[in-house]
């Protein structure tokens, strides 16, 4: 008979003794005719994830082209060969999972610190670290399939690591090792990717996340006292510092605590600007426009206190303009990873079309806020007594079709990263669809919250950031989708 590839679903005893199954369950009635006890079935994910890539596909042609020589042999001299079937390989799931998670998040993403991740999953790490990569692979593997038995493997990989970490923890010598780092980084991921930790764990008051991501920012910050200013510690900082300025933006309501708690607990200690300029005064910006909305009475900002932060406004939203309209790929996508130029506070690698699309987009996110906070900066003049200050900053540099085409040009490259516009496509439709919904989180999210966008563009924005969710395994994107119609603070 020949092999098609398909793998067998009749139970192990049936397998071994190649024998017909009749797939009954939850026992197979061969066995129990024959008085055997049956040892069950192999599980769904087994066989749904068996290895299919060239390697695989050669050693099977050779296997073949050997059993091939030795029955042309035998057939010359005489002899009857005994039939065989060769075992089969069996790959555990977190192998499977690590190598779908690197599909998904870390080849070719464009997101620095994805990109260094696979340099400490290795045979030497440590237990802590070995089993917080296991712990989020699996849980995001679990989530596209759907799999609770795969999950649940996950939470015991999370139970396991949390267990190596207070070890490592306790140990000043462990503790500087970059694996824990890496591994209190990992389960502020996993945290992000199971639902059900959003809801739950916010224990910070200044950051309001999660413990683990305070944890790795304390654990970053011991490592800068100490005098550490490594390629990882620079990475992470990078991370933590797109988390903490981009939620900023996504905040409608609250204040912009989080970003500032960050600010002055790192900035004593890099020597490098944790924000680059034009981003640095766009948050500065936000700060000073939200203090004048809050103003009333005898209180009430001046008449050129706002004409002066309209005009820093516009000014800021110019250059942001032009930091989106700059960004440019790498002219050789092959350099090695710490060669590349990075781009939006480091975050970002762009050595391909789609991150170049993902960074422009992140630029021009910030600048539509930029737009909304002058348009009410605007408004806020135009109730009080002087109306042709407010009609010539209306027209000039913040009209509703400045918003609008800001939001098509997001729009747009949100369809092109994400697969949605065949005609401007900017990647793979499942080749790191993941690491393309995180890079493009933001934007989705501010757009999916802000009022201007009109409740059509939202409507879009929330189905397609659920649809998209669902499909990568991303559970902060499903969660941000169910939360669309409220106001939303990210729980890193």
């Known amino acids: ?56 596909e050669k050693k099977v042609q050779a296997r073949v082209e050997k059993v091939l020589k030795t029955r042309r042999r035998e057939r010359f001299t005489g002899r009857t060969p005994i039939a065989s079937i060769p075992q089969g390989v069996h790959i555990p799931v977190e192998v499977l999972s690590w190598n779908q998670f690197c599909s998904d998040y870390a080849m070719d993403s464009g997101i620095t610190f994805f990109n260094i991740l696979p340099r400490y999953y290795t045979d030497s790490a440590p237990t802590c670290c070995r089993e917080a990569v296991h712990a989020v692979t699996l849980a995001s593997l679990a989530r596209k399939l759907r799999e609770s038995e795969l999950m649940a493997r996950a939470r015991q990989h999370y139970s396991k690591a949390i267990a190596a970490l207070n070890i490592a923890l306790n140990d000043p010598v462990l503790t500087a090792e970059d694996s824990v780092l890496v591994t209190l980084l990992l389960f ?27 944890g790795a920012m304390m654990l970053l910050l011991w490592r800068f006292e100490n005098g550490s200013h490594s390629v990882l510690d620079r990475r992470i900082l990078a991370f933590f510092s797109h988390i903490c300025f981009m939620s900023t933006f996504v905040d409608y309501e609250l204040s912009d605590a989080k970003w500032f708690s960050f600010e002055e607990l790192m900035a004593p200690w890099t020597s490098d600007p944790l924000l680059e ?43 942001l303009e032009a930091a989106a309209i700059s960004v440019r790929r790498s002219s050789d996508p092959n350099m090695s990873s710490h060669q590349q130029l990075t781009t939006f506070n480091g975050m970002f690698e762009v050595s391909t079309k789609t991150t170049e699309a993902i960074v422009r987009s992140l630029y021009r996110t910030v600048r539509y806020r930029v737009v909304e906070l002058v348009r009410g900066l605007v408004a806020r003049i135009g109730d009080g007594e002087d109306y042709s200050a407010s009609c010539e900053f209306d027209s000039q540099v913040c009209s509703s079709e400045e918003l609008a085409m800001i939001l098509e ?44 966008a009109g409740e059509e563009k939202r409507v879009w924005f929330q189905e397609k950031l659920r649809c998209m969710g669902e499909k990568t395994g991303l559970g902060l994107a499903t969660w941000a989708a169910q939360k669309w119609n409220s106001h939303l603070c990210i729980p890193c």
């Open 409 to 452: 040009q997001i729009h747009g490259d949100i369809c092109a990263v994400l697969g949605l516009d065949p005609e401007h496509h900017a990647g793979d439709d499942n080749q790191g669809l993941a690491h393309r919904v995180f890079g493009m989180f933001f934007p989705i999210t501010v757009l999916m919250f802000s009022s201007s």
């Open 188 to 214: 502020s991921l996993f945290e992000t990717i199971v639902p059900d930790y959003l809801e739950n764990m916010l224990l910070d008051s200044d950051f309001r996340c999660h413990i683990h991501f305070r």
């Open 277 to 319: 300029p034009v981003l640095s005064r766009a948050i500065h910006f936000k700060r000073r426009a939200q203090i004048q909305f809050t103003t009333t009475g005898s209180r009430s900002p001046r008449l050129e206190v706002l004409l002066q932060l309209i005009r820093d406004g516009s000014t800021i939203s110019e250059e």
């Open 1 to 56: 008979m020949v092999n098609t590839g398909k793998r067998s679903g009749c139970c192990f005893a049936c397998r071994r003794r190649r024998v017909r199954c009749d797939l009954e369950k939850p026992c197979c009635r061969r066995c129990m005719d024959s008085g055997r006890v049956c040892p069950g079935y192999p599980e769904a994910w087994d066989l749904m994830l068996r290895m299919q890539n060239n390697q695989v």
